[in-house]
């Protein structure tokens, strides 16, 4: 028996075709093609720098990091996700006060993914329960909150969100409905940024220097200064 029907040209003739090469074998079937295992998409997580070390303020929508989120063979949605927020202000390490308020992922369009979810009075961590999709390819997701007023922040304090992937995110693959492990297995932590209270400094530039000048003149620099806001957090 065979699964082609092959007649000659010029004949009429039926003839059976013999088989040879890569997949042919002496029992039915006689010839296979190359097998395909059907899986899951994977998911990669890792420290994004659109995002750098930077100075950053007390208060609304702070920007304390990004991740890049990569997906791999398909869409992929987050069921969960943990952050945890490490900072070194007493209030972060269990001082019995909330330090991070509307705490949430923003894609690139600026949309909220995930949150705003606040932590714990004086803990660090903040639990994401919201779905969000991650479409195949590469996302930056930066997470964006508030740094509470009355935390007991210090000038030069230091904060970063950090997660572990394989542990910290639950998430499932869009085509095949299959459980999705993300990776790295080690903790991914953000670019640090450092607590910064609005400060300006304000110098006098060199020129111009002391001179007489026309009476009348038109356009005369009489002064210039200098304005820096390098170590302003804001």
């Known amino acids: 028996t065979t699964d082609l029907l092959v007649k000659g040209t010029t004949y009429g003739y039926n003839i059976t075709p013999t088989y040879s090469g890569t997949g042919s074998g002496s029992t039915n079937p006689v010839l296979s093609d190359n097998t395909f ?29 990004a991740f890049e989120f990569e997906a791999k063979g398909e869409s992929i949605t987050v069921t969960a996700l943990t952050l945890t927020i490490t900072s070194t202000t007493a209030a972060a390490a269990g001082a019995g006060v909330n330090a991070f308020r509307s705490i949430r992922l923003v894609d690139e369009n600026g949309t909220s993914v995930a949150g705003p979810s606040d932590t714990a009075a004086g803990g660090v961590s903040v ?16 997470v964006v909150g508030n740094l509470d007023t009355s935390a007991g922040w210090l000038t030069n304090d230091t904060i970063l969100a950090a997660l572990t992937p394989s542990s910290n995110i639950t998430a499932r693959g869009d085509v095949t409905n299959l459980t999705i492990s993300a990776t790295p297995s080690a903790s991914v932590s953000t670019a640090t940024q450092t607590i910064k209270t609005a400060n300006i400094t304000v110098s006098k530039n060199s020129d111009p220097a002391n001179k007489s000048v026309i009476t009348n003149a038109t356009n005369q620099l009489a002064g210039s200064w200098t304005f820096d806001a390098t170590n302003s957090g804001e």
């Open 127 to 142: 639990a994401f329960t919201n779905s969000f999709t991650i479409p195949t390819g590469m996302h930056i997701y930066k």
């Open 37 to 65: 295992t059907i899986s899951q998409g994977t998911l990669r997580v890792g420290r994004s720098n659109v995002v750098g070390a930077t100075n950053i303020t007390i208060g609304s929508d702070q920007t304390i990091g």
